[in-house]
């Protein structure tokens, strides 16, 4: 894995992404227990372009330049299946800006907070995220404050009630 981030941030330092940050499952081992997943999901920024069509060309191209295969949604990267998500939406590109920056290892990285990994998976809203979601919540200390902040400036409060509500009976 610390060879995979290394090569990660060699994308950052060739500016052929702005910045990234660990999310899904990979970034759960973080601030819970951790949980089967099969890849590393990185969200990432790209630098400004002359247009807003977002394209995987040039991490494909400068990867596959460096001997790493694509295998459908993933490039094999040190052996380990790397899925690239652009920051797709406000509540990403926030997550992406304000990651903790952390190492592994000796190796600098990036991981989304745990607040906004609970907000992501609060919107995506898949029937796993809902199971991470009070597995976070059981295992990890997570600001509230800092959450309510995330999901009121994001619009999903009352999503957020709603779970509670489902989930704890709150």
């Known amino acids: 894995m610390e060879r995979t981030l290394k090569v990660l941030n060699q994308l950052e330092r060739r500016r ?14 973080f601030y819970s227990e951790p949980v089967l997943t099969y890849d590393l999901d990185v969200f990432f920024l790209l630098p400004p372009g002359p247009s807003a069509l977002v394209t995987l060309k040039p991490i494909y191209d400068w990867l596959r330049e460096k001997g790493y295969p694509a295998e459908k949604e993933h490039i094999l990267i040190e052996g380990v299946p790397v899925q690239f998500i652009p920051a797709y939406n406000e509540l990403v590109t926030e997550a992406v800006e304000k990651a903790a920056e952390i190492k ?6 990036r991981v989304l907070r ?8 609060l919107q995506t809203d898949r029937p796993k995220d809902r199971t991470r979601i009070t597995q976070i919540l059981e295992e990890a200390s997570v600001d509230e404050k800092a959450l309510s902040d995330i999901l009121e400036r994001h ?5 957020w009630q709603a779970f509670r509500k489902l989930y704890y009976g709150e």
């Open 114 to 121: 745990v607040e906004h990994l609970l907000a992501i998976m």
């Open 104 to 109: 592994f290892k000796r190796t600098k990285t």
């Open 16 to 29: 052929v992404i702005t910045r990234y940050a660990i999310g899904g499952a990979i970034a759960m081992l």
């Open 155 to 159: 619009g999903l409060q009352e999503k």
